[in-house]
Protein backbone atom coordinates (compact mmCIF):
# COMPACT_ATOMS: atom_id res chain seq x y z
CA UNK A 1 0.00 0.00 0.00
CA UNK A 2 1.09 3.39 -0.91
CA UNK A 3 1.07 5.95 1.87
CA UNK A 4 0.49 8.73 -0.49
CA UNK A 5 -3.15 7.66 -1.20
CA UNK A 6 -5.86 9.45 0.23
CA UNK A 7 -7.67 6.41 2.57
CA UNK A 8 -4.08 4.81 3.36
CA UNK A 9 -4.27 3.53 6.68
CA UNK A 10 -8.51 3.40 6.53
CA UNK A 11 -10.42 0.24 7.04
CA UNK A 12 -13.02 -0.60 5.04
CA UNK A 13 -15.80 -3.70 5.15
CA UNK A 14 -17.76 -3.88 2.04
CA UNK A 15 -20.37 -7.13 2.14
CA UNK A 16 -21.55 -8.95 -0.95
CA UNK A 17 -18.56 -7.59 -2.93
CA UNK A 18 -17.79 -11.17 -4.65
CA UNK A 19 -19.23 -9.34 -7.98
CA UNK A 20 -21.22 -6.10 -9.16
CA UNK A 21 -21.65 -3.08 -7.42
CA UNK A 22 -19.93 -4.55 -4.47
CA UNK A 23 -16.57 -5.58 -6.18
CA UNK A 24 -16.26 -1.79 -7.79
CA UNK A 25 -17.02 -0.23 -4.55
CA UNK A 26 -14.13 -2.48 -2.97
CA UNK A 27 -11.73 -2.12 -5.81
CA UNK A 28 -12.28 2.13 -5.49
CA UNK A 29 -11.42 2.37 -2.15
CA UNK A 30 -8.38 -0.03 -2.38
CA UNK A 31 -7.30 2.10 -5.69
CA UNK A 32 -7.21 4.93 -2.91
CA UNK A 33 -5.51 3.24 -0.23
CA UNK A 34 -7.86 1.89 1.78
CA UNK A 35 -7.43 -2.00 3.76
CA UNK A 36 -10.97 -3.70 2.62
CA UNK A 37 -12.92 -6.75 4.02
CA UNK A 38 -14.58 -8.08 1.48
CA UNK A 39 -16.96 -10.22 2.15
CA UNK A 40 -20.02 -12.92 0.22
CA UNK A 41 -20.67 -16.46 0.14
CA UNK A 42 -18.81 -17.37 -3.31
CA UNK A 43 -15.34 -19.14 -2.37
CA UNK A 44 -14.85 -20.62 -6.05
CA UNK A 45 -16.30 -19.60 -9.24
CA UNK A 46 -19.25 -21.56 -10.36
CA UNK A 47 -20.99 -20.67 -6.78
CA UNK A 48 -22.99 -18.36 -8.52
CA UNK A 49 -24.38 -18.33 -11.70
CA UNK A 50 -22.03 -15.33 -12.52
CA UNK A 51 -18.46 -14.76 -12.47
CA UNK A 52 -16.82 -13.53 -9.04
CA UNK A 53 -15.17 -14.86 -5.38
CA UNK A 54 -15.13 -13.07 -2.41
CA UNK A 55 -10.79 -13.96 -2.59
CA UNK A 56 -10.66 -12.61 -6.23
CA UNK A 57 -12.20 -9.19 -5.39
CA UNK A 58 -9.85 -8.83 -2.35
CA UNK A 59 -6.45 -9.94 -4.85
CA UNK A 60 -7.87 -7.16 -6.76
CA UNK A 61 -8.29 -4.70 -4.15
CA UNK A 62 -4.53 -5.88 -3.31
CA UNK A 63 -3.09 -5.10 -7.34
CA UNK A 64 -5.11 -1.98 -7.13
CA UNK A 65 -2.91 -0.42 -4.21
CA UNK A 66 -4.77 -1.14 -1.13
CA UNK A 67 -5.09 -4.23 1.18
CA UNK A 68 -7.60 -6.73 0.32
CA UNK A 69 -9.02 -9.10 2.96
CA UNK A 70 -11.40 -11.33 2.15
CA UNK A 71 -13.66 -13.46 4.43
CA UNK A 72 -16.88 -15.82 3.24
CA UNK A 73 -19.82 -14.33 4.75
CA UNK A 74 -23.33 -15.20 4.57
CA UNK A 75 -25.19 -12.07 5.58
CA UNK A 76 -28.41 -14.26 6.74
CA UNK A 77 -26.24 -15.78 9.29
CA UNK A 78 -26.13 -13.21 12.35
CA UNK A 79 -23.33 -15.34 13.84
CA UNK A 80 -21.15 -15.02 10.46
CA UNK A 81 -21.33 -11.09 10.64
CA UNK A 82 -20.70 -10.95 14.24
CA UNK A 83 -17.45 -13.34 13.77
CA UNK A 84 -16.74 -10.65 10.68
CA UNK A 85 -16.61 -7.50 12.63
CA UNK A 86 -14.68 -9.57 15.54
CA UNK A 87 -11.94 -10.25 13.13
CA UNK A 88 -12.01 -6.44 12.09
CA UNK A 89 -11.43 -5.43 15.36
CA UNK A 90 -9.17 -8.19 16.46
CA UNK A 91 -6.90 -7.42 13.28
CA UNK A 92 -7.17 -3.67 12.82
CA UNK A 93 -8.29 -2.41 15.80
CA UNK A 94 -10.77 0.60 13.82
CA UNK A 95 -13.21 0.63 11.28
CA UNK A 96 -13.65 3.79 9.46
CA UNK A 97 -15.87 2.83 6.41
CA UNK A 98 -18.62 0.08 6.52
CA UNK A 99 -20.57 -0.05 2.86
CA UNK A 100 -23.70 -2.10 3.39
CA UNK A 101 -24.02 -4.16 -0.11
CA UNK A 102 -25.24 -7.31 0.39
CA UNK A 103 -28.47 -8.02 -1.53
CA UNK A 104 -30.24 -10.67 -2.66
CA UNK A 105 -31.24 -10.46 -6.54
CA UNK A 106 -33.58 -12.81 -7.82
CA UNK A 107 -32.81 -14.40 -11.33
CA UNK A 108 -36.85 -13.08 -12.05
CA UNK A 109 -36.23 -9.97 -10.56
CA UNK A 110 -36.52 -7.70 -13.67
CA UNK A 111 -39.91 -9.89 -15.61
CA UNK A 112 -43.00 -8.29 -15.97
CA UNK A 113 -46.07 -9.69 -13.73
CA UNK A 114 -47.97 -8.89 -10.44
CA UNK A 115 -45.76 -9.74 -7.82
CA UNK A 116 -48.21 -12.71 -6.67
CA UNK A 117 -46.87 -14.20 -10.27
CA UNK A 118 -43.47 -14.09 -9.41
CA UNK A 119 -41.62 -16.47 -6.94
CA UNK A 120 -41.97 -15.61 -3.20
CA UNK A 121 -38.38 -16.27 -3.02
CA UNK A 122 -38.11 -12.77 -4.37
CA UNK A 123 -38.78 -11.15 -0.38
CA UNK A 124 -35.88 -12.69 0.31
CA UNK A 125 -34.35 -9.61 -0.38
CA UNK A 126 -35.85 -8.51 3.27
CA UNK A 127 -33.26 -10.68 4.61
CA UNK A 128 -30.30 -10.17 2.74
CA UNK A 129 -30.97 -6.62 1.73
CA UNK A 130 -32.55 -4.48 4.76
CA UNK A 131 -32.41 -6.38 7.82
CA UNK A 132 -28.49 -7.94 6.96
CA UNK A 133 -27.75 -3.64 6.54
CA UNK A 134 -28.88 -3.37 10.14
CA UNK A 135 -27.01 -5.81 11.57
CA UNK A 136 -23.66 -5.54 9.85
CA UNK A 137 -24.36 -1.45 11.12
CA UNK A 138 -25.29 -2.54 14.69
CA UNK A 139 -21.67 -4.85 14.73
CA UNK A 140 -19.67 -1.72 13.20
CA UNK A 141 -21.32 1.47 15.00
CA UNK A 142 -19.67 0.57 18.84
CA UNK A 143 -15.75 0.31 16.52
CA UNK A 144 -16.82 3.75 14.60
CA UNK A 145 -18.11 5.16 18.13
CA UNK A 146 -15.00 4.38 20.04
CA UNK A 147 -12.93 6.59 17.98
CA UNK A 148 -15.50 9.29 17.26
CA UNK A 149 -15.14 8.83 13.51
CA UNK A 150 -16.91 6.94 10.35
CA UNK A 151 -18.95 6.79 7.90
CA UNK A 152 -21.94 4.22 7.14
CA UNK A 153 -22.99 3.82 3.41
CA UNK A 154 -26.07 1.88 1.74
CA UNK A 155 -26.23 1.27 -1.66
CA UNK A 156 -29.60 2.41 -2.78
CA UNK A 157 -31.40 3.24 -6.06
CA UNK A 158 -34.28 5.17 -7.86
CA UNK A 159 -36.70 1.97 -6.67
CA UNK A 160 -36.92 3.55 -3.49
CA UNK A 161 -39.43 6.39 -4.69
CA UNK A 162 -40.40 5.24 -8.28
CA UNK A 163 -41.87 1.27 -9.31
CA UNK A 164 -38.98 -0.40 -9.81
CA UNK A 165 -39.09 -4.11 -10.25
CA UNK A 166 -42.11 -4.72 -7.75
CA UNK A 167 -43.05 -4.02 -4.14
CA UNK A 168 -40.08 -6.30 -2.55
CA UNK A 169 -36.94 -4.15 -4.10
CA UNK A 170 -38.73 -1.21 -3.54
CA UNK A 171 -39.39 -1.60 0.10
CA UNK A 172 -35.61 -2.71 0.37
CA UNK A 173 -34.55 0.45 -0.73
CA UNK A 174 -36.53 2.41 0.91
CA UNK A 175 -36.03 1.01 3.74
CA UNK A 176 -32.28 1.11 4.00
CA UNK A 177 -32.78 4.92 3.10
CA UNK A 178 -34.73 5.18 6.03
CA UNK A 179 -31.98 3.26 8.29
CA UNK A 180 -29.60 5.97 7.16
CA UNK A 181 -31.71 8.76 8.43
CA UNK A 182 -32.54 7.46 11.80
CA UNK A 183 -29.09 5.93 12.09
CA UNK A 184 -27.64 9.57 11.59
CA UNK A 185 -29.29 10.78 14.69
CA UNK A 186 -28.12 8.13 17.36
CA UNK A 187 -24.62 8.69 16.20
CA UNK A 188 -24.87 12.38 15.26
CA UNK A 189 -23.33 13.37 18.37
CA UNK A 190 -20.12 10.81 18.08
CA UNK A 191 -19.04 11.91 15.02
CA UNK A 192 -19.96 9.03 13.20
CA UNK A 193 -22.36 9.82 9.33
CA UNK A 194 -25.21 7.53 8.04
CA UNK A 195 -25.79 8.03 3.88
CA UNK A 196 -28.08 6.15 1.78
CA UNK A 197 -26.52 6.25 -2.49
CA UNK A 198 -28.89 6.46 -4.87
CA UNK A 199 -26.99 4.53 -7.69
CA UNK A 200 -27.85 4.53 -11.63
CA UNK A 201 -27.27 1.42 -13.98
CA UNK A 202 -24.57 0.10 -13.58
CA UNK A 203 -21.88 -1.76 -16.00
CA UNK A 204 -21.79 -5.03 -14.40
CA UNK A 205 -21.95 -8.93 -15.75
CA UNK A 206 -25.71 -8.90 -14.52
CA UNK A 207 -26.36 -5.61 -16.30
CA UNK A 208 -24.38 -6.98 -19.18
CA UNK A 209 -26.38 -10.27 -19.44
CA UNK A 210 -29.48 -8.63 -19.38
CA UNK A 211 -28.91 -5.80 -22.05
CA UNK A 212 -27.68 -8.63 -24.75
CA UNK A 213 -31.03 -10.62 -24.03
CA UNK A 214 -32.75 -7.43 -25.29
CA UNK A 215 -30.47 -5.47 -27.13
CA UNK A 216 -33.14 -3.31 -28.56
CA UNK A 217 -35.09 -2.61 -25.58
CA UNK A 218 -31.59 -1.19 -23.83
CA UNK A 219 -30.29 0.47 -26.89
CA UNK A 220 -28.19 3.36 -25.41
CA UNK A 221 -28.48 2.46 -22.18
CA UNK A 222 -24.73 1.18 -21.81
CA UNK A 223 -23.30 4.10 -22.38
CA UNK A 224 -25.12 6.51 -19.70
CA UNK A 225 -24.76 3.06 -17.23
CA UNK A 226 -21.82 4.39 -13.86
CA UNK A 227 -19.13 2.17 -13.49
CA UNK A 228 -19.10 0.30 -10.33
CA UNK A 229 -16.03 1.81 -9.14
CA UNK A 230 -18.17 5.09 -9.38
CA UNK A 231 -19.89 4.58 -6.14
CA UNK A 232 -16.77 3.73 -4.81
CA UNK A 233 -14.67 6.86 -5.17
CA UNK A 234 -17.71 8.81 -4.03
CA UNK A 235 -18.24 7.26 -0.89
CA UNK A 236 -14.00 7.57 -0.54
CA UNK A 237 -14.26 11.34 -1.09
CA UNK A 238 -17.46 11.65 1.37
CA UNK A 239 -15.03 10.17 3.94
CA UNK A 240 -12.77 12.23 3.13
CA UNK A 241 -14.63 15.19 3.15
CA UNK A 242 -14.58 17.94 5.71
CA UNK A 243 -18.18 18.62 6.59
CA UNK A 244 -19.20 14.77 6.10
CA UNK A 245 -21.54 15.24 8.99
CA UNK A 246 -23.25 17.81 7.26
CA UNK A 247 -24.20 14.90 4.49
CA UNK A 248 -25.48 12.36 7.26
CA UNK A 249 -28.79 11.36 7.35
CA UNK A 250 -29.44 12.42 3.76
CA UNK A 251 -30.45 10.14 0.58
CA UNK A 252 -27.50 11.44 -1.95
CA UNK A 253 -28.04 10.50 -5.42
CA UNK A 254 -24.52 9.73 -6.80
CA UNK A 255 -24.48 11.41 -9.71
CA UNK A 256 -25.45 14.78 -8.27
CA UNK A 257 -22.59 13.91 -5.14
CA UNK A 258 -20.19 13.64 -8.12
CA UNK A 259 -20.67 17.00 -9.49
CA UNK A 260 -20.45 18.70 -5.92
CA UNK A 261 -17.11 16.57 -5.38
CA UNK A 262 -15.59 17.56 -9.47
CA UNK A 263 -15.33 13.42 -9.61
CA UNK A 264 -15.91 11.85 -12.81
CA UNK A 265 -16.50 8.14 -13.43
CA UNK A 266 -13.11 6.13 -14.44
CA UNK A 267 -14.08 6.29 -17.95
CA UNK A 268 -13.51 10.23 -18.07
CA UNK A 269 -17.65 10.60 -18.41
CA UNK A 270 -20.06 12.34 -16.15
CA UNK A 271 -22.81 10.11 -15.47
CA UNK A 272 -26.15 11.54 -15.59
CA UNK A 273 -28.84 12.09 -12.35
CA UNK A 274 -31.98 10.48 -13.35
CA UNK A 275 -33.85 12.79 -11.13
CA UNK A 276 -36.31 14.33 -13.55
CA UNK A 277 -37.10 10.95 -15.25
CA UNK A 278 -37.23 8.75 -12.07
CA UNK A 279 -37.78 11.33 -9.18
CA UNK A 280 -35.48 12.45 -6.45
CA UNK A 281 -35.41 11.09 -2.58
CA UNK A 282 -37.21 12.25 0.20
CA UNK A 283 -35.07 13.92 2.89
CA UNK A 284 -36.13 13.18 6.71
CA UNK A 285 -38.19 15.12 8.59
CA UNK A 286 -36.18 17.22 11.22
CA UNK A 287 -38.92 16.30 14.06
CA UNK A 288 -37.04 13.71 16.60
CA UNK A 289 -39.47 11.70 18.52
CA UNK A 290 -37.32 9.46 21.48
Known amino acids: MSQDKPLHGAVAVVTGASRG ?16 YVTGRSRKEGDAPLPGTVFATADGVTQAGGKGIAVVVDHADDAQVK ?11 RLDILVN ?5 HDT ?13 QVDILDVGLRSGYIASWYAAPLMVAQKRGLIAFTS ?3 ASCY ?20 AVDLRKHGVAAVSIWMGMLKTDRTRRVMDADA ?8 IAESPE ?4 LIGALYRDPARMEKSGQVIIGAELALDYGLKDIDGKQPPSHRAMLGGPAQAHPAIVE
Open 21 to 36: AGKGIALALGAEGATV
Open 83 to 93: RLFEQVKEEQG
Open 101 to 105: NATVI
Open 109 to 121: LIEKGGFWEKPLE
Open 157 to 159: SFG
Open 164 to 183: MHGPAYGAQKAGVDKFAKDM
Open 216 to 223: AKYAGFWE
Open 230 to 233: FTGH
